[in-house]
Nanobody, 122 residues
Framework: QVQLVESGGGLVQAGGSLRLSCAASGSIFSINVMGWYRQAPGKQRELVALITNGDITVYADSVKGRFTISRDNAKNTVYLQMSSLKPEDTAVYYC????????????????WGQGTQVTVSS
């Protein structure tokens, strides 16, 4: 089994910064893509940013230039540095990872963290 544990959410004023972390543990052979998604009340879950095992990054247009995703492969951890936060960034942020659990099975499975609340006050 694999677990993703997020940390770093909280309450911040507009213009402030937060750093989210997500550590994967358990039966892990390799991690392909790691990413962050968010879901605001009454809205669908949306991609915020993702990073491949080749360090290729993709960002939602709404966060480009303000958020930075990075990963530490030795720690199986992905980070999201969020700066210049806006009230519209308020949401529950979820970590996602596509993981290969076995050396003899190339199957990749998607895993999700439990979510961490980010609230930006105006």
């Amino acid at each position: 089994q694999v677990q993703l544990v997020e940390s770093g959410g909280g309450l911040v004023q507009a213009g402030g910064s937060l750093r989210l972390s997500c550590a994967a543990s358990g039966s892990i052979f390799s991690i392909n893509v790691m990413g962050w998604y968010r879901q605001a009340p009454g809205k669908q879950r949306e991609l915020v940013a993702l990073i491949t095992n080749g360090d290729i990054t993709v960002y939602a247009d709404s966060v480009k230039g303000r958020f930075t995703i990075s990963r530490d492969n030795a720690k199986n951890t992905v980070y999201l540095q969020m700066s210049s936060l806006k009230p519209e960034d308020t949401a529950v942020y979820y970590c996602n990872a596509r993981i290969r659990s076995s050396s003899y099975d190339a199957k990749l499975d998607d895993y999700w963290g439990q979510g961490t609340q980010v609230t930006v006050s105006s």
